[in-house]
């Protein structure tokens, strides 16, 4: 760093940028890539499973989150170094992809950089430790295929996808309602899917969660709930077979462009003008009434003049709906957005079997419930309150000559980073466990044996219904894989300079 002045006498520093940067090259960039990318994984490794711990984080606006999700602790830390935030994009890949796994995903990366780097140290080249973890991932995957089973389900056999998703929920704070739970989970998800194409618009799912009353209070609406009450409390609190004006206009009369006064210097004149803005309203009134709307669900405000006539004349009303509640209540209802009241029209209403408003508990909050519409395949959830592919890849490393064997071992050894981790969290011994775990699949011939979490008597997964889905597993695997590959191909780092 040296300091010169300008040609107006003005000092400024020059920093030498290259001299003060880092480097790091060869074994020791690599060993300090695994080591930021271990660090995150050990922070996960405690909360897997259906025993894992939580953890608290506090926001910079201190806001408090208590949660065992990996996904949402990774995305609320404040990760600095760049493989660290490497293993924050494998976590997020696994939530965009299968919504579940997040966790495990995250330590199962963590242990295969643990295992990669005793082979750095006992002189494996990189590319070889990688090459090797990528056959040993196919090896576990095509494992996967013949191991796993097909269920059946349909729109009246639920029970497997019921069990699956209890398994999802196991290890989260709702387990205590985790039946419950899965059910509307399932049902939603069933409303509002494709089952001929495969394919589930989740944005037709609204959750909605309100302070107050109990978990088991938890509700699936075929329709859509909105955080609004009537605009007047002598509005009627619930309408059956609704046709719904939805709207993007106000209930005010026209401004002008331009900047305004008016003068009003006598009774007569404001009489007037008080007659002309009721004209207004009126028309606006008798336009929805004409179409034959019974509800009136509006994007903004209207004054309490325009309230009071909308009462008068009977036409409840709903004010202050948010873009995206609207377009909601759009698809599901079959109705228009309507822009201007001129475009109003019988085929643009939206209908409804039933729209009530409903109050909870003490703080007799409210809310709007919209059922029975004409589209059903938008809902509303309302909330209150691995071890035999271990084995295989481990008999299919004698197969393999050269160093890779090696590799595919320890990628073996890896995978045994999940049920340790779950023995260890549900308090059990996690080598004598574990051990006895893989001597009875070994024995028995039967990969459905994993570790007792819930103390039930049993190791058979498939007895205590514990399922997970196949893409899933298959995806956890080779995304831990690609990430670990990517980090041991960085063989130099270079930091900027800390000023």
């Not at 260890?424 to 011939?445: C, F, H, R, Y």
Request: charged share 30%.
């Amino acid at each position: 760093m040296a300091l010169a002045f300008d040609e107006y006498g003005r000092p400024f520093i020059i920093l030498k940028e290259q001299e003060r940067k880092s480097r790091l090259r060869g074994l020791d960039a690599q060993k300090a890539n695994i080591a930021a990318g271990r660090a995150v994984a050990r922070i996960l490794r405690t909360s897997l499973g259906p025993k894992g711990m939580d953890k608290m984080l506090q926001s910079p606006d201190g806001d408090v989150i208590i949660t065992n999700d990996g996904a949402t602790i990774l995305e609320q830390m404040d990760v600095d170094n760049q493989i660290a935030k490497l293993m924050v994009e494998l976590s997020r890949s696994q939530d965009y992809e299968i919504g579940d796994g997040t966790t495990g995903v995250v330590v199962m990366a963590g242990s295969l950089l643990e295992q990669a780097e005793k082979l750095l140290e006992r002189g494996i080249h990189p590319l070889r430790v990688a090459e090797g973890y990528e056959v040993a991932s196919r090896i576990a995957f095509d494992h996967l295929e013949k191991i796993s089973q097909k269920f059946e389900f349909g729109p009246d056999n639920i029970e497997p996808l019921v069990q699956t998703c209890m398994t999802t929920l196991s290890s989260k704070i709702v387990n205590r309602c985790k039946r419950a739970l899965a059910e509307i989970a399932v049902k939603a998800v069933l409303a509002v899917a494709d089952l001929e194409r495969k394919d589930v618009n989740l944005d037709l799912i609204k959750v909605e969660g309100k302070v107050g009353g109990k978990l088991e209070d938890t509700e699936l609406i075929y329709g859509i709930v909105v955080d609004k009450d009537m605009s007047h409390p002598q509005m009627p609190k619930r309408i059956e077979d609704a046709n719904i004006a939805i709207l993007t206009c106000p209930f005010e009369p026209p401004k002008p462009k331009t900047k305004h006064k008016v003068d009003i210097d006598t009774v007569e004149k404001f009489q007037t003008l008080r007659e002309q803005e009721r004209k207004y309203f009126d028309d606006m009134v008798q336009k929805c009434k004409d179409v034959g709307a019974t509800l009136v669900i509006c994007q903004w405000g209207f004054d309490d003049e325009a309230n009071h006539l909308l009462m008068h004349r009977n036409l409840p009303a709903v004010r202050w709906v948010g873009g995206v509640e609207l377009e909601l209540i759009a698809i599901a209802t079959g109705g228009r957005i309507v822009p201007r009241f001129q475009e109003l029209s019988p085929e643009k209403l939206g209908r409804a079997g039933i729209v009530r408003e409903k109050s909870f508990g003490t703080t007799k909050d409210r809310m709007l419930y919209i059922e029975q519409c004409a589209n059903s395949r938008a809902v509303t959830i309302f909330i209150r309150g691995e071890i035999s592919c271990s084995v295989a890849v481990e008999a299919a490393a004698d197969r393999h000559p050269g160093v890779e064997q090696y590799a595919i071992r320890s990628f073996a050894e890896a995978l045994d980073a999940i049920p340790l981790a779950l023995a260890e969290n549900s308090g059990l011994p996690p080598i004598d466990t574990l051990t006895a775990v893989k001597a009875q699949q070994i024995k028995e011939n039967n990969p459905f044996c994993g570790i007792d979490c819930n103390d039930v008597d049993t190791n058979d997964m498939k007895e205590q219904n514990v399922f997970e889905t196949l893409i899933g597993k298959q995806q956890q695997i080779l995304l831990a894989t690609q990430v670990v590959k990517m980090i041991l191909k960085i063989d130099d780092v270079i930091s900027p300079s800390e000023y």
